[in-house]
T-cell receptor, first 116, second 112 residues
């Protein structure tokens, strides 16, 4: 079974530039999450999708971050314009529908963003 | 709002020791709890998933317990090995389709 795929693995940009990350979840997984992990901390949720609908985006800085999940499969996360404090690892995860008992979350390798 | 803490923040042990990592959460209305391992520069690898109705789960040298009423989970690692060196994270999921809330992690070093 293929895992969660993310690209790119690394990205270095200057502040005020824009950047986009891509995620392909495990086939059949309805729920997709984007997390931000700052060095030395646990991951923090940015946005949660169920199919192509947003379940929770309460911690997404909407003035600069946006995310979409067209057709309920792949997802992209965009930052525009980037700030120095956005330097972090961006993790994508997926899980089966909440109504299914086995709701184990599977994570991708992450994208390490450095803003200079 | 769910808050998750982990103790200790860092732990260094000689090879062969048995050890316990602790995870505490403030809201006992959880759906499940999941333990992850994270190697430097890598994503998260799932270790064990405990449903809210379960008391423990075992996988190889790992045993995770859950006491929902007291808001605690422990991860027991038997006969530790240098390859166990990593950061261990616990995450809890709420009852209503909520996301996983993570603790800050315990950084484990197993010395040969």
């Amino acid at each position: 079974e293929a895992g969660v795929a993310q690209s790119p693995r690394y990205k270095i940009i200057e502040k005020r530039q824009s950047v986009a990350f891509w995620c392909n979840p495990i086939s059949g997984h309805a729920t997709l999450y984007w997390y931000q992990q700052i060095l030395g901390q646990g991951p923090k949720l940015l946005i949660q999708f169920q199919n192509n609908g947003v379940v929770d985006d309460s911690q997404l800085p909407k003035d600069r971050f946006s995310a979409e999940r067209l057709k309920g499969v792949d997802s992209t996360l965009k930052i525009q314009p980037a700030k120095l404090e956005d330097s972090a690892v961006y993790l994508c995860a997926s899980s089966l529908d909440f109504g299914v008992r086995n709701t184990e979350a599977f994570f991708g390798q992450g994208t390490r963003l450095t803003v200079v | 709002k769910q808050e998750v803490t982990q103790i200790p923040a860092a732990l260094s042990v000689p090879e062969g020791e048995n050890l316990v990592l602790n995870c505490s959460f403030t809201d006992s209305a959880i759906y499940n709890l999941q333990w992850f391992r994270q190697d430097p520069g890598k994503g998260l690898t799932s270790l064990l998933l405990i449903q809210s109705s379960q008391r423990e789960q075992t996988s190889g040298r790992l045993n995770a317990s859950l006491d929902k009423s007291s808001g605690r989970s422990t991860l027991y690692i038997a006969a530790s090995q240098p390859g166990d060196s990593a950061t261990y994270l616990c995450a809890v999921r709420g009852n209503y389709g909520q996301n996983f809330v993570f603790g800050p992690g315990t950084r484990l070093s197993v010395l040969p």
